[in-house]
């Protein structure tokens, strides 16, 4: 058990996702007790065991799919003779076991300290998100304008981001003061696997965006990943309205009803597209 939580004690400080996998209940023969407890991360790397054999197999596989869902699942296991005979393991019972998520507090990374970006942060840090905005005016990213525990970074933008290593976990929300900015910032961030990227624009000026960053070499793949325009549609119209747009979609994507890779989204429930060459000049 120690070693249990020293290694999800670790996960968590290094921003990473997991899940607990836990026996419930046992009847019969079983290869572990209930309580038994193991770890998976994304990478199917494990620590414990459930009792080793097939069905820990399969319960790792079904712990891959609880952490890219962010949903816990239960799972029963008859350990008949066929399984005995395939793992080796002498068993006849039952058991049923708990696989639940294991996350870090999301870091959310909010580029530009104008109106929306702050409104955005200061919402976002209300329902659990490890808040973080950079802007290189200190007029906006100041702790008068942003209470803690928003955390405050005041540097150029594209220079931070070139130099700072961004959790695969992330989310990063683009709300710069203007085109060449959110060009910038998104050329820092294309091809880097985080959890999500949004870009606040219209369609046009998101074309047009995307356009001259695959005219640069990116790989429209990449962009294909950026949820844009940000937000759920729910005619917003001022900053604090855009900002709950945008932090709605971000939890929405956070507890895994909404793809993280916004070329998965169904057209129907957001207004965001799957950007190709062909729609910027439409």
Known sequence: MIEIVAALADILAHGRRAAL??????NGSTPQRV?????????????????GG??????????RAVIAA???????????????????????????????????????????????????ARLSATVGFDVHVVDDRSKFASRDLLP?????????IPAW????????SAFVVVVTRGHRHD???????????????????????????????????????ALARVHAPIGLDIGAVTPAEIAVSIVAE???????????????RSAAAVPSMKWTPELARR
Do not use: W
């Open 183 to 221: 060009l910038d910032a998104l050329r820092a961030l294309a091809g880097r696997g985080l959890r999500y990227i949004g870009l606040i624009g219209s369609r046009a000026k998101v074309a047009r965006l995307f356009d001259q960053l695959v005219a640069e070499g990116i790989a429209p793949d």
């Open 21 to 26: 996998v836990t026996i419930v209940r046992a």
């Open 35 to 51: 309580g038994a407890k193991m770890i998976v991360e994304e990478d199917g790397t494990t620590r414990g065991t459930i009792g």
């Open 161 to 168: 981001l070139g130099g700072a290593a961004l959790p695969s």
């Open 70 to 120: 962010g949903r816990p699942q239960l799972a029963h296991y008859d350990l008949n003779d066929e399984d005995a005979g395939e793992s080796g393991l002498i068993c006849g019972g039952q058991m049923d076991v708990f696989i639940e998520p294991v996350v870090p507090q999301p870091a959310l990374y909010v580029l530009g300290a104008g109106h929306v970006g702050r409104e955005v």
């Open 250 to 264: 971000l939890v929405a994507v956070r507890s895994g009803k909404l793809a993280a890779d916004a070329a998965d």
């Open 54 to 63: 097939c069905y820990e197999n399969d319960a790792v596989q079904k712990a």
């Open 148 to 156: 803690e525990p928003i955390k405050i970074v005041v540097e150029d």
